[in-house]
């Protein structure tokens, strides 16, 4: 397996993040409501998470390494994995394990639906992630697997709906997300690759 310690190396990271904040749950560090901090937490973490599988195409065209392609379906995984653990937490710690309140929740609360809809899709998308289902989907697999740019908007408007009072944090991660959506039109994948080939030019000239 090519990049085995940068796959673990990451694998490493992303495990230990969520852990991390179990850990301060468990001293009592997340302050008078634990449960709330860590399903804010782990939901920002998942689109921390959306936001780097996106950028792993960008950074290959711009540097040529193979790296970071080799983990880019892990990230998928682990955002996903992030996305379920903040369903889960909201389910438990702000619902109190009262599944049938749910769907009181979903009509009164409009941002739980829709990060619901983005829940949905990264779930699609964790499901046919096997070469597998490549194998299976074919030409469709890449179709398919569009959906994480209508994803990467559904969930930053339900994050905007959560956090309408600090929404600093939010312009920051949508600046990302534009620039890594722009970064998808053909035009500013060939100026990636241009400029790739520049720096290349100049290290051999050196």
Not at 171 to 200: C, E, H
Request: with cysteine.
């Amino acid at each position: 397996m090519r990049y085995r310690w940068w796959r673990l190396v990451v694998f490493a990271l992303t495990l230990s993040v969520p852990l991390y904040w179990l850990y301060l749950a468990w001293q009592f560090a997340l302050g008078p409501d634990p449960g709330k901090v860590l399903v804010d937490n782990l939901g920002q973490g998942a689109l921390v998470l959306l936001l780097l599988t996106l950028s792993m195409t960008p950074l290959q065209r711009l540097t040529g390494w193979g790296g970071w392609l080799a983990v880019r379906r892990q990230l998928g995984l682990w955002c996903f994995t992030y996305g379920f653990l903040h369903l889960a937490s909201y389910l438990y710690f702000l619902l109190g394990g009262e599944l049938w309140r749910l769907g009181g929740e979903l009509v009164e609360r409009p941002y739980i639906l829709v990060g619901a809809f983005g829940f949905s899709g990264l779930a699609i998308l964790a499901m046919t992630s096997s070469r597998w289902s490549m194998r299976r989907l074919g030409k469709r697999w890449k179709a398919l697997h569009r959906l994480i740019y209508p994803i990467v908007i559904i969930v930053l408007l339900h994050m905007l709906w959560v956090v309408r009072s600090d929404s600093a944090r939010w312009f920051l991660y949508a600046g990302i997300a534009t620039v890594l959506l722009l970064l998808r039109v053909p035009l500013m994948a060939m100026t990636l690759a241009s400029v790739r080939g520049r720096i290349k030019a100049r290290t051999n000239l050196k």
